[in-house]
Structure formats: C-alpha cells, structure tokens
C-alpha cells in the first residue's frame, strides 16, 4: 500500500509523517503542492507546518495549491485523507471538513503531550475500537476547534467527533473538548494531535500514534480504493 504525504512550501513534518508511515508497513511516497494528481495512491496526509507561511491564515493558501484538485475527487472517491494540523486547517479551508481552527484559548503556543480518546470509527481508526485512549503530543499556536451551535450538533448527532481531548487536556479551549473531526463519508479526517511523532519507540511520545497509521493499511486491505 502506498500513502502519499503532500509537502506545501513551509510543511515541517513531511518527512516524520513519510517516516510513521514506513514504520506502519507502507511505502511512502512524496507528493508536492504543486502536483496535478496523486501518483496513484491509496490514502493521503496532509502534514502540518506552516503552508506558505500562514501570512494570511493558516490553510488558506494551500488548500487553492493545485493537487488540492485532485485531493477533492480523491475524497469523493472515498479516498482516505488526513489532515494533521496544519493540514487539519487546509481540510477546513477546502470545506472538506466542518468548522475551524482558531487562536489557541490564552493567545500561548502549546507543545506537550495530551490524552485523547476516539469516539467514531473511520478509515484512519479502523482497528481502533471507540473509546481507545491514545498519548500523542500537539504542538501549535491555533488550534482551538470551532463550529457553529447548529454544526457541532449536527457533528455529534452524525458521530463526526473523531476525537475528544480527555478531561483536563484541553491545550487550547477547543470548543466540546473536540481534538479531531470525520466527514460523513468517514475517509477525511482531521485532528490536532501529531500520530506521526509518536511512532518510534527510540524517541519520545511512545508509540499510540502508529496505531493510526496501522488503521488505514488495515481499513485499505478490507476496501482498496478504486
């Protein structure tokens, strides 16, 4: 299975994300902004970093790049894709997911390690039963998940909080706790914890996030991409 990893001008963690997905049995492959399609394959991450520099907002450049095209018919396609932070906001920007992401609650970037735990099942937590707990590490300056009332109903009523901050890990007031979101076809996923820096059991942060990786190779296995 081949996961592709877009690199946008001011993504950091490409190559963690490339390596995490090595790590969890896939081949990675190197996609860049500027690309017109996908280089055939089967899941997609969007990294995060800080896409063209986040002058104007964050995502709001990249997700008009040119492969986000082609990003767009391959999760209408059921493709799988994620978003880790700065590609969480890129997926909220192309209307791929509901919602935003703010200035963190305090105007304070935050990097530490937080808790969470799943509540949907999605391509990206396929082995990973609701209400599993995961250690991943966030670091960002605006990532305080926001929607509208009527949104974040809709959200929890169609089971697309993907993620919730466990109580008392909240980095950056998040409204209703919420650390990631799912769209109703279950294939794009966003979240603001970093699965790609805790993969390697050598470094920090342990190993939960590989689990998300492991998820999709599985959820592909049982339902290849056209």
Known sequence: MQIGVITFPGSLDDR????????????????????????GVD??????GFSYGDYLRTGAVAHLAPIMAAVKDFAA??????GICNGFQILCEADLLPGALL??????????EVEVVLEATCAWTADL?????????????????????????RLEAEGGVLMRYAAGHN?????????????AGRNVAGLMPHPEHATDPSLAFGTDGRRIFASVLAHLRQAPVD
């Not at 963690?16 to 280089?39: N, Q, S, T, Y």
């Not at 200035?103 to 530490?112: A, I, K, T």
């Not at 980095?171 to 769209?183: E, K, L, Q, T, Y």
Request: aromatic letters at 4%.
């Open 16 to 39: 963690d994300a490339r390596a995490a997905c090595e790590l969890a049995g896939a081949d990675a492959v190197e996609l860049w902004h500027a690309d017109r399609d996908l280089k």
């Open 77 to 82: 396609a059921g493709g799988p894709v994620l």
């Open 171 to 183: 980095p950056n007031g998040s409204v209703r706790d919420i650390a990631g979101v799912v769209n």
């Open 103 to 112: 200035m963190n609650e305090g105007l304070r970037f935050v990097c530490r």
């Open 129 to 153: 039963p609701p209400g599993t707990r995961l250690r991943l590490p966030v670091k960002h300056g605006e990532g305080r998940y926001h929607a509208e009332p009527a949104t974040l109903d």
């Open 43 to 48: 899941a997609v991450v969007l990294p995060g």
